[in-house]
Each structure stands twice: as structure tokens, then as C-alpha cells.
Nanobody
Framework: QVHIVESGGGLVQPGGSLRLSCAAS????????MAWYRQAPGKERELVAS????????NYADSVKGRFTISRTNAKNTVYLQMTSLKAEDTAVYYC?????????WGQGAQVTVSS
């Protein structure tokens, strides 16, 4: 059974930084592409960033390109999202998920609030 646990969310001022972590179990992590999504109040869940199974390839939504960095440590079954220059519009619940067929369960999410 897939188990995803996101952590590292919180309240941060505009221009600040946060680092989210995603611990995954119950899936072949080292062969699974992973992704971060977010859902703001009243909006659809959207893809923020994705990373290939070996970490060699990453993709970002235009809205976060140049500010967010996705990375992974396969030895720890963990994916990270480093967020810098945060804006109010980045406020959302952030979710981590595997893109591997059959292992696409969602975690509970991590709340990120950007406000002064």
C-alpha cells in the first residue's frame, strides 16, 4: 500500500523560502517519477513540478519556474520541493504523488501560506 507523507509547510512572508519534503513508501521509489501538485482554495489541483526516477530530468509550471526546485534522494525514498521568492499566489495545499501507474495515491498534503 502506497503511503505518502508531506511535511515542511507553514506560514511565510512574501519573498521568503520553504522546503517541502515528501516521504514515500509502498512503491518502487527508485523507478518512479514523482511530482508535486498544489491546490489553492476554490481552484483545481495543478501540477507544480515533476522529476524523473533518477532525478536527471525536471519540469516546472511556468508560474514557479526559476523560483522552485524539485529534487530527490532515492536512498531515503524522499522528494523535496525548495521554494524561494514566495508570493501570495503560491498559497495552497501542496501534494506529492508518484506518476507510476498503479502507485498514484495522494498524501494528506502540506499547507503553505504566504502572507505578511
Amino acid at each position: 500500500q502506497v503511503h505518502i507523507v508531506e511535511s515542511g509547510g507553514g506560514l511565510v512572508q512574501p519573498g521568503g523560502s520553504l522546503r517541502l519534503s515528501c516521504a514515500a513508501s509502498g512503491l518502487p521509489f527508485s523507478s518512479a517519477a514523482m511530482a508535486w501538485y498544489r491546490q489553492a482554495p476554490g481552484k483545481e489541483r495543478e501540477l507544480v513540478a515533476s522529476i524523473s526516477s533518477d532525478g536527471g530530468s525536471t519540469n516546472y509550471a511556468d508560474s514557479v519556474k526559476g523560483r522552485f526546485t524539485i529534487s530527490r534522494t532515492n536512498a531515503k525514498n524522499t522528494v523535496y520541493l525548495q521554494m524561494t521568492s514566495l508570493k501570495a499566489e503560491d498559497t495552497a495545499v501542496y501534494y506529492c504523488r508518484s506518476n507510476k501507474l498503479g502507485y498514484t495515491d495522494w498524501g494528506q498534503g502540506a499547507q503553505v501560506t504566504v502572507s505578511s
